[in-house]
Antibody, heavy 120, light 108 residues
Framework: QVQLQQSGAELVRPGASVTLSCKASGYTFTDYEMHWVKQTPVHGLEWIGA????????AYNQKFKGKATLTADKSSSTAYMELRSLTSEDSAVYYC?????????????WGQGTSVTVSS | QIVLTQSPAIMSASLGERVTMTCTASSSVSSSYLHWYQQKPGSSPKLWIY???NLASGVPARFSGGGSGTSYSLTISNVEAEDAATYYCHQYHLSPRTFGGGTKLEIK
């Protein structure tokens, strides 16, 4: 069965960086885009960007350019998102989710979410 | 970017009632790329309806979706207690991909 297993909760200092991971299983990793979505009570669900694990090609929401960097490791079927220069505005739950051609890029499986808290 | 506005923000329904929530886009969205998700507290969103009107796997037939252009809707024909959740619309038509603010369905 398809699973996206995300890394555990993070407590990080302002100004620091953090890398979140998302390990895929139960499907061919390179057949689907991997997207990252931020959720906060204030802004709701926000699309950060996506990566094509086959080519490594990425697309970002302009709002998150310079904040997030997406990478993927085909050998381990794992996607990563680095967040840098963290502020309290980056405190949120972050989801990885896959999307593919067959469902017109609907996000059909989601990770359990990683909570990031930025605090000194 | 395409802004998706969902209404109402919160709605309350009785068991067995028919309810409809709407998603209005700031510019036209291809119906193929308009999707809906259900989220319950403490859980990840779940794909609920894809391409406007196609139910995701396991979604009860009392749910339906419709619309075109800038106006889309999700309808529940006979509300059940398990339907209490927040529903989000989402467009993949243009980048940046965007989500609506959600409609929270409460059961009376």
């Amino acid at each position: 069965q398809v699973q996206l297993q995300q890394s555990g909760a993070e407590l990080v200092r302002p100004g620091a960086s953090v890398t979140l991971s998302c390990k895929a299983s139960g499907y061919t990793f390179t057949d689907y885009e991997m997207h990252w979505v931020k959720q906060t009570p204030v802004h709701g669900l926000e699309w950060i960007g996506a990566i094509d694990p086959e080519s490594g090609g990425t697309a970002y929401n302009q709002k998150f350019k310079g904040k997030a960097t997406l990478t993927a490791d085909k050998s381990s079927s794992t996607a990563y998102m680095e967040l840098r220069s963290l502020t309290s505005e980056d405190s949120a739950v972050y989801y990885c989710t896959r999307a593919g051609h067959s469902l017109f890029f609907a996000m059909d499986f989601w990770g359990q979410g990683t909570s990031v808290t930025v605090s000194s | 970017q395409i802004v998706l506005t969902q209404s109402p923000a919160i709605m309350s329904a009785s068991l067995g009632e028919r309810v409809t929530m709407t998603c209005t886009a700031s510019s036209s969205v291809s119906s193929s790329y308009l999707h809906w998700y259900q989220q319950k507290p403490g859980s990840s969103p779940k794909l609920w309806i894809y391409s406007t009107s196609n139910l995701a796997s396991g979604v009860p037939a009392r749910f339906s979706g419709g619309g075109s252009g800038t106006s889309y809707s999700l309808t529940i024909s006979n509300v059940e207690a398990e339907d209490a959740a927040t529903y989000y619309c989402h467009q993949y038509h243009l980048s940046p991909r965007t989500f609506g603010g959600g409609t929270k369905l409460e059961i009376k």
